[in-house]
């Protein structure tokens, strides 16, 4: 890099910088550099700007025009034409220094970059209108609430029956057979709750019928689970919420099954039959590498892999109106889209990768049966590959920003906890890597994380990423959290470009040392007996009211401003406005130029402009440069104006 942080040029896929987010083969869209004038300074101006594209693998140029300044920055524009379903582009400044400079998703480098880390136009169908702009709650059906109904129901063979109140079992086979009997009828009768909590995307995990309390090892995909009351409860759940403008997605497996599905148990017993081709058998009658005669996922022989070559599954499951996927998009279910189960491995075994394919198909069948719902993968590493703009609107991922949250701001205390196996564990669960523990890292950790791993994905989709702070197969963030963090964590989590989303029980401050302990059923009217829970409710309401309120943290551009070792600082950006964050794990004070923050009036003291504080947190402007300091543990929001554009 040439310059400090906040003096670097700026280009993100903002409408800010970028004319058309979904446009069309041969469109020309129009993109925008941002220059600091200080960054002009240090290097002497700029003799040139150029757009590099990459149409059918080779390099264009297209050269950029100045637009004037304002704000203190200087505007470059270049038109270019879309070439291919995703376009790829980089920019070239030549300095009047003589110093040759490229601009990708990754950064400022003098090197050439990786052109997968470039900026894309994606001429695909375009994500969901709503999908960034909502805050996304998931719900384990079996934990959340249990309607009068559910007591009429005789309970399964498998389960073990289980008060509402009794404390969660992870030993096995507990750990899959407890059972509440939470049902969606329940779900129903929370909606004040959740409406009052300010979330509008509701994400159930499995309701088809299964042998576990989890559902993710279904029995059939033809009909909701009896004991969640049936297609008619999931009818009055989706009904229900969409008239309080919420909308609902469902989750689905297309890696596995479970061993009782009809599928399934139809395939064993004829091998002649059409499901045969459904599965990975071993014909040979061994036992397979991953399972009893058949591959499964990760060696579970009750969860037996699906094969993808197959053109029946194919039809039976996710191509077209009638299969599954299109099926339950469809009134009376009416669902608002899925998130798929275990999506990078779908289609996936050794030398076979039709991941791809199913993909796409599952796209397109989205696309006929129901425009605008939403396609998200669960993804839990590094989803680059696979979040190209070919399928997925976005994804369930831990690395882009959830882990490494998790390296700065928990501080484990040792606490043992009761492992699956019965025995115990001082080590606390980070995300099933046998790391001893949880990593250390610092702020500045954070956002090269953060930045590193979504350099490779396109804007659009990375703002229809899920962005959970922790979710029902991971401990609690809670859990660990050092003092006076969890405001930050979720200050953050509201703020960063993503969908963010709670699991249930995140609002009442509830605990878990890994993805069974945390599935607690949720403890209704908590916040009336327990002051902590009533400040976490609140909080939470708060930090979701503020996303809402302002729609410049659904699309708006992102750029960090400060990166130190104990607090980031990054701008939310539109021509209309601009929201400031500040986080911080300990007492901090910098000291950021004017021009860095082209929204803050510069007369003075610009506390005024505060939406959110958590902890004693101050801004101060004056002289030409900003002033911030924080006591401790902090998370400050300011809203100011929008980003001064040349006319």
Not at 195 to 200: F, P, S
Not at 553 to 562: P, S, T, Y
Request: hydrophobic content about 40%; aromatic content about 8%.
């Amino acid at each position: 890099m040439t310059a400090p942080l906040p003096h670097l040029p700026h280009h993100d896929g903002s409408p800010l910088h970028v004319s058309s987010s979904a446009p069309s083969l041969g469109e020309r869209v129009a993109l925008r550099l941002r220059v600091p004038t200080a960054f002009l300074e240090s290097v002497g101006g700029l003799k040139a700007v150029t757009v590099r594209s990459t149409p059918d693998g080779e390099p264009a140029w297209d050269a950029a025009r100045p637009l004037g300044t304002a704000g203190g920055w200087q505007w470059w524009q270049a038109e270019v034409t879309v070439h291919n379903p995703r376009h790829r582009y980089r920019w070239l400044l030549r300095t009047g220094a003589g110093e040759v400079l490229w601009l990708n998703q990754a950064g400022l480098e003098r090197l050439e970059g990786r052109d997968v880390d470039d900026f894309a136009l994606l001429a695909a169908p375009t994500s969901p209108d709503w999908l960034a702009a909502s805050v996304m709650y998931q719900i384990v059906p079996d934990r959340f609430a249990r309607s009068a109904a559910a007591d009429a129901r005789a309970a399964p063979d498998w389960a073990e029956l289980a008060a509402w109140h009794d404390p969660v079992d992870p030993v096995m086979p507990s750990r899959v057979q407890q059972f509440y009997g939470g049902d969606l009828d329940g779900v129903v009768e929370k909606l004040d709750h959740l409406e009052a909590l300010g979330v509008d995307l509701l994400y159930l995990t499995p309701f088809f019928p299964a042998a576990s309390n989890h559902r993710y090892d279904a029995t059939t995909f033809e009909q909701v689970d009896p004991l969640l009351g049936g297609d008619e409860a999931l009818a009055r759940l989706t009904a229900a919420a969409h008239a309080r403008g919420m909308r609902v997605i469902g989750d689905l497996t297309t890696n596995h099954t479970g061993d009782g599905h009809e599928w399934f148990r139809t395939a064993r017993a004829d091998p002649d039959s059409a499901e045969r081709e459904f599965y990975l058998f071993d014909d040979d009658g061994a036992d397979g590498e991953r399972g009893p005669g058949y591959e499964s996922w990760l060696g579970t022989p009750t969860l037996p892999k699906l094969d993808w070559s197959s053109a029946e599954l194919r039809r039976r499951f996710i191509d077209g109106p009638d299969s599954v996927v299109g099926r339950w998009l469809r009134p009376p279910a009416a669902l608002d889209g899925w998130r798929i189960d275990v999506a990078s491995m779908t289609g996936r075994l050794r030398e076979v990768d039709l991941n791809a394919e199913v993909r796409q198909i599952l796209r397109r069948t989205m696309d006929r049966v129901a425009p605008g719902t939403a396609l998200l993968a669960e993804s839990t590493n590094d989803a680059t590959e696979d979040l190209t703009g070919d399928a997925w609107h976005g994804a369930m991922t831990y690395v882009l920003v959830t882990r490494p949250l998790w390296a700065w701001l928990c501080a484990p205390d040792g606490v043992p906890h009761t492992t699956a196996d019965g025995g115990t564990s001082s080590e606390p669960w980070f995300f099933g890597q046998p790391l001893g523990g949880i990593p250390s890292g610092t702020a500045a950790d954070f956002a090269a994380s953060v930045t590193r791993f979504s350099a490779g994905i396109p804007w659009r989709i990375r703002l229809g990423t899920m962005q959970p702070l922790n979710t029902h197969d991971t401990a609690r963030f809670a859990t660990h959290a050092a003092e006076g963090t969890v405001p930050v964590a979720l200050g953050l989590m509201m703020t960063l470009p993503g969908v963010p989303m709670l699991f249930a029980g995140d609002e009442f401050g509830l605990t878990g040392a890994d993805g069974e302990l945390s599935r607690t059923p949720m403890p209704w009217g908590l916040e009336h007996r327990d002051p902590a829970a009533a400040e976490r409710l609140a909080l939470c309401r708060e930090l979701v009211g503020l996303r809402r309120r302002h729609p410049v943290l659904a699309a708006g551009g992102m750029r960090w401003v400060h990166v130190d070792d104990d607090a980031v600082v990054f701008l939310r950006e539109s021509a209309e406005e601009s929201v400031l964050v500040l986080a911080c794990s300990a007492a901090t004070a910098f000291e950021i130029p004017q021009e860095a923050l082209p929204g803050l009036d510069p007369a003075g003291d610009a506390d005024d402009a505060v939406e959110r504080l958590h902890g004693s947190v101050r801004l101060v402007s004056c002289s030409g440069s900003v002033h911030l300091s924080a006591e401790g543990p902090a998370c400050g929001i300011w809203r100011l104006a929008g980003v001064p554009v040349p006319e």
